[in-house]
């Protein structure tokens, strides 16, 4: 029986990477794994809307929990930003009472809802290794990597109790997925470093460096090819790549690919991408 959970797809999903809403279906099917709409959810926030108001950020926040709370399922998304976040706001709704009634009295006048905080929020990685196992992990596998992976994790979802059974301070479990699917997993220090997103638009110049940072860490490391478990951290670490190069003078290419387009063509889809993506790891650098 497939498990169910209400899909949030992060904070760029259906903006500026659509490559995670075309493969997480096929990555959550191959996988056992039921994605019912969470309707109506919005952004998390990703920490810049807390900068201007953070009881927007929480009640916002609130509202999508009570969402899939009213579904009677607990969230997944493969986002560490969203997932790390939502479980802050969550976290600190259960621990507060007159904080999570004030919110509640809003979420009443406006949209008829109630958190009750009997919901949990979940990343995709930690889905896999808790609950799927790699063993059934393994036995999804078509097409295997063969490459020197870096895996990111980001920091937002190294926090206490939102990255599953995982080690906060030093997590292994994106490690232990790329060894499953083919790849040589890549032992680095910064993969679960910030590049500095809240700050994008405020603070370019510290955040291309921050960015560049992770990438040559990587590519020092002999990775030839970068997966995040982080939708957002994504843009930064491949759009802004080049960018990020000059401002630092560092090495910065690498190809970089979502967590979902990993699983999704590692399991068999989406054939011609893979392909492409062999091709520029074998030609891409510096």
Same mark, same amino acid.
């Given at each position: ?59 916002? &926040?609130?509202?999508?929990?009570? !969402? %899939?709370?009213?579904? =009677?399922?607990? @969230?997944?998304?493969?986002? *560490? ?61 078509? &097409?295997?990597?063969?490459?020197? !992976? %870096?895996?990111?994790? =980001?920091?937002? @979802?190294?926090?206490?109790? *939102? ?80 960018? *990020? ?42």
């Amino acid at each position: 029986m497939a498990m169910k959970y209400a899909y949030h797809p992060g904070n760029v999903a259906h903006s500026n990477a659509l490559e995670v809403a075309d493969t997480m279906p096929f990555a959550a099917e191959s996988l056992g794994i039921e994605l019912i709409p969470l309707d109506a959810a919005t952004s998390c926030g990703a920490g810049i809307l807390r900068q201007a108001n953070e009881e927007l950020q929480i009640t916002l &926040n609130a509202r999508t929990l009570a !969402i %899939a709370e009213s579904m =009677g399922l607990d @969230i997944i998304t493969s986002c *560490a930003t969203t997932a790390g976040t939502l479980h802050e706001d969550l976290n600190n709704l259960r621990n507060d009472k007159q904080l999570l009634s004030k919110v509640n009295d809003i979420l009443q006048r406006h949209c008829g809802l109630t958190l009750k905080c009997e919901i949990n929020v979940h990343h995709l990685l930690h889905v896999i290794v808790d609950e799927i196992g790699l063993e059934k992990l393994a036995d999804a596998v078509k &097409n295997p990597f063969g490459f020197k !992976i %870096a895996g990111y994790y =980001g920091p937002n @979802i190294q926090q206490d109790g *939102a990255c599953g059974g995982d080690d906060i301070f030093d997590p292994d479990y994106l490690e232990q997925v790329i060894s499953v699917l083919g790849g040589e997993p890549v032992q680095w220090s910064s993969k679960t470093q910030s590049v500095g997103v809240p700050g994008l638009f405020s603070e370019d110049k510290t955040v291309m460096k921050q960015t560049a940072s992770v990438l040559s860490d990587a590519k020092s490391e002999g990775a030839q090819l970068v997966v995040s478990a982080c939708n957002l951290s994504h843009m930064l670490l491949d759009v802004y790549q080049g960018k *990020a190069g000059k401002v630092s003078g560092k090495k910065t290419k690498v190809p970089v690919i979502h967590l979902t387009e990993f699983l999704a063509f590692a399991f068999g889809h989406y054939i011609d991408r893979c392909a492409q993506l062999r091709t520029r790891v074998l030609v891409i650098g510096d």
